[in-house]
């Protein structure tokens, strides 16, 4: 099986001179389709960077990323806003939900950015809500709605669009560890049905048993997680 994600020797740093922080030293990575990856390591280790250079969202000085074939680290602006719209899609800690829309109208930014016809956008929007079990919720706005349900609606968003990875940043850091457990196999479960690879960095011991495999960032550096 030929390898949805392949992260190649990738470092990344910031600042200049004695604030130098090397964020990512030599980091690789490979993953299959529909494989869920946990990223576990301390505050500050470099998981959020992993994340956002895998996404395209900030751009590697050395090395190389390949999502589905396509080298994000060669792509111009164009080519990474593409991809950010259609095979890559983010969950973050915080939600990122627009506090004024209602959760339907949330979950289908990503297919109005898409040009999706309303009607299709409509059932898809609808589809995505009810995979996360929030029917009954689509005309709440975010801050009518629980964190695990908030998160829910994020992750509707996130696979609206059906993106080939999913790219998860310490997704239950916010909620309680029953909601958070509940969030994690929500995503799990979707990873599973839609062959989806999915990243997610956590510091919860408890949440990486339904990895496919964990793996330890510290001070730059990815290795498999011991024990
Ligand atoms: N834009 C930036 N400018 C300067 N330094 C940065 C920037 N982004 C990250 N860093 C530094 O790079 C290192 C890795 O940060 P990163 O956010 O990737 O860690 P993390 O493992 O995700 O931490 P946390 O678990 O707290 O989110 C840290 O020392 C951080 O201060």
């Known amino acids: ?7 190649q020797d990738v470092s990344r740093g910031f600042g200049t001179g004695e604030a130098r922080v090397e964020a990512l030293r030599g980091v690789s990575l490979t993953a299959a389709a529909g494989e869920l990856l946990a990223v576990r390591g301390r505050s500050g280790s470099g998981k959020t960077t992993l994340l956002n ?25 164009d080519g990474l806003l593409a991809l950010r719209r259609g095979t890559v899609s983010y969950v973050f800690q915080s939600f990122g939900l627009v ?31 009810e995979h996360v079990g929030l029917s009954g919720h689509v005309n709440q706005r975010p801050g009518e709605l629980s964190g695990g349900q908030q998160q829910r609606v994020a992750i509707a968003r996130a696979l609206v669009a059906r993106p080939r990875v999913l790219l998860a940043d310490e997704p239950t850091g916010q909620l309680d560890s029953e909601t958070g457990r509940e969030i ?3 995503i799990a479960r979707l990873a599973s049905e839609q062959r989806m690879t999915t990243l997610v960095t956590t510091h919860d ?23």
């Open 205 to 227: 011991p408890a949440l990486l048993s339904i990895a496919d495999r964990v793996l330890e960032m510290a001070d730059g550096h990815l290795a498999p997680a011991a024990g």
């Open 99 to 129: 506090p004024i829309l209602t959760a339907r109208e949330n979950v289908g930014v990503p297919l109005r950015l898409l040009e999706v016809d309303p009607a299709e956008r409509e059932e898809r929007v609808a589809e995505a809500l």
């Open 1 to 7: 099986m030929s390898d949805m994600l392949v992260v």
């Open 53 to 77: 250079v895998v996404g395209g969202l900030d751009r590697p000085d050395a090395g190389r990323v390949v999502l589905d074939g396509a080298d994000v680290t060669a792509m111009d602006d």
């Open 184 to 186: 994690m196999t929500l």
